[in-house]
């Protein structure tokens, strides 16, 4: 099941894995585990870092909104991972969950 990790996301990337859902259902399951001020000024507004039951770290993140999200629109959030196998475990084990 995902959930939180410290691990490093750095060098992960988008692998045309998305996944459609909201920013406050994200925070609920995951509040330690997001970053992210919601101002719309950068490409991202919350950017999670978690990792797969099998240790695999990976990101949820919003892409080029380019303005403030509301928290329970639903919204496209790419997933990014080291390997597209990866970024699909990633989706199956949210779409469990959420």
């Given at each position: 099941m995902a959930k939180h990790t410290n691990k490093d996301s750095g060098g992960t990337s988008f692998h045309s894995t998305t996944i459609i859902t909201n920013v406050g259902k994200l925070i609920e399951l995951f509040p330690e585990s997001y970053t992210g001020d919601n101002k719309g000024n950068d490409k991202v507004?919350?950017?999670?870092?978690?990792?797969?039951?099998?240790?695999?770290?990976?990101t949820i993140y919003d892409w080029k909104y380019y303005r403030p999200i509301g928290m329970y629109e639903p919204v496209t959030f790419n997933i990014g991972g080291f390997s597209r196998e990866v970024t699909e475990t990633a989706k199956k084990e949210l779409l469990e969950i959420l």
């Open positions: 507004n919350f950017d999670f870092c978690l990792e797969t039951s099998k240790g695999d770290v990976f």
